[in-house]
Structures are given as structure tokens and as C-alpha cells.
């Protein structure tokens, strides 16, 4: 496991400051909330492709062992446990960690939350491993990377989401989001946005291969939807090799 910390202490107390909101739908993290349909439908598609679960079943990952890399108070972990997973999740940010912990107990699921570096994890693999906006907030995007490789097990998936930077991604999410409070103000630094091919860059000097890139777009009618469209924020699914 790389070892090299990648946490930003002013990002991690950002985000920690909102801990007690996150589970709000209408609070600070209400933008997340939105995003999550669209993300969940990415990971269940992508999760039934690699992984070989049937379409039909309620719980596609059962018997497989998932982690959330800065996964916030568990606004992801939640729904894989419901999956059929065994999470793990890690953040940051101790008190979001608390905030998860708290939410997990409340709805009788059992997950492993952790604070920290991923080296937290002491060497364990996982499955399935996302990092889902994430890797714009951390000091090292390639030892970040470099950590989530090595989290990943033989034949796993890794899943990241992070928005592109390009200037319909400043404008939504800096000038509109932040400047009418729609997300919290300090929440996005334009300049440490990835590009597609610069992550896929990072993903291969890891040992990764991208095999699926897809955006996500804003409709006024429907919300976060899943897109061709990478302009504003996106995904790439990685296996190793």
C-alpha cells in the first residue's frame, strides 16, 4: 500500500465541518443527494458488466467486498451495503466518519468506517473500490491513485468520478454552485480539476486500464443523468492491467 499522504488538512476540515448536515437532503450536501441516483445507476451498471451479476437480482453485490475512498458520512456506503456488500469506508475527516457511524448504526447495517489515509486499510483489497469527487480535494492525484491501485483486488473494479476542467465545469460549480450557495463556497479549487486523459494518464502509470468513460450531465428536467457528455463531471471504470 502507498503510504504517501495525500489528505489536504484544510480540505479534510472543510468537509468535516459539514458532518452534521450531510444526511440533510435540503442541507449543505443536498447537491450529493441529487448526484446519487445517477452514480448508483453507473456503479450497478458497471458492477453487473465486470463482475457478472444477474441484471435481476436485489442485490448484485452480494458476497463482494467494497470501499468507499472518501466516502463522507457514508451517503454511498449505505446503498452498496443494501447491494449485498461488505463496505468499508474511509474518509478524512473524523467527524464525518462519526456522522457516518452514527446514520449506519440508525439504519441497523453493519459498516466498516475508518478514518484516515488509505493506509488505514493495512493492505486489504477490495472487489469494488470508488472515489467519487474525491481526487480534486487531495495534495497527490497520483499517489492518491497509486493507493486506490493497490486497494483494488485481481479482477476487481475501480470506479472514480470527478468533475472535468473545462469552463461549463467553473461556471456550474464555482460562479452558479458556490456563488448562490448551492454548494458550500470553498468547496472547489477549478485548478486541481483533472481532465479525462490526465486521470486516465495517472490510472496507467498504476498498472490500471480505463474501459469505460462516461459523463454526467445536469437536465433541467430530470436532474444528474448519466450522459456522452464529459464536460461537466465524469467517470472512469479501470480494471489492473
Not at 474511509?90 to 464525518?96: G, P, R, S
Not at 490500471?208 to 430530470?222: E, F, N, Q
Request: hydrophobic share 45%.
Amino acid at each position: 500500500m502507498n503510504a504517501t499522504a495525500t489528505i489536504d488538512p484544510r480540505e479534510a476540515a472543510h468537509f468535516g465541518a459539514l458532518a452534521a448536515d450531510w444526511w440533510d437532503p435540503k442541507g449543505s450536501s443536498a447537491m450529493l443527494h441529487k448526484l446519487n441516483p445517477a452514480r448508483l445507476g453507473y456503479i450497478r451498471e458497471r458492477v453487473n458488466g465486470h463482475l457478472g451479476s444477474d441484471p435481476a437480482t436485489l442485490k448484485p453485490l452480494a458476497g463482494r467486498t467494497a470501499l468507499d475512498v472518501g466516502c463522507g458520512a457514508g451517503l454511498l456506503c449505505e446503498p452498496l451495503a443494501r447491494l449485498g456488500a461488505i463496505v468499508t469506508g474511509i474518509d478524512a475527516a473524523a467527524e464525518n466518519i462519526a456522522a457516518a457511524r452514527s446514520h449506519a448504526t440508525g439504519q441497523g447495517l453493519a459498516i466498516d468506517y475508518r478514518a484516515g489515509e488509505l493506509d488505514q486499510l493495512g493492505g486489504a483489497t477490495f472487489d469494488l473500490v470508488i472515489s467519487m469527487e474525491v481526487i480534486e480535494h487531495v495534495t497527490d492525484p497520483a499517489a492518491f491513485v497509486a493507493g486506490l491501485a493497490a486497494a483494488l483486488a485481481p479482477g476487481g473494479l475501480l470506479i472514480v468520478s470527478t468533475p472535468n476542467r473545462t469552463a461549463l465545469s467553473r461556471l456550474a460549480l464555482i460562479t452558479i454552485g458556490e456563488g448562490t450557495g448551492r454548494v458550500p463556497k470553498g468547496t472547489h479549487d477549478w485548478s486541481k480539476f483533472l481532465r479525462p486523459d490526465e486521470l486516465a494518464a495517472l490510472l496507467g502509470e498504476a498498472g490500471l486500464t480505463v474501459i469505460d468513460r462516461r459523463g454526467l450531465s445536469l437536465d433541467p428536467r430530470k436532474g444528474f443523468v448519466l450522459s456522452d457528455d464529459l464536460k461537466l463531471d465524469y467517470f472512469l471504470t479501470a480494471v489492473r492491467g
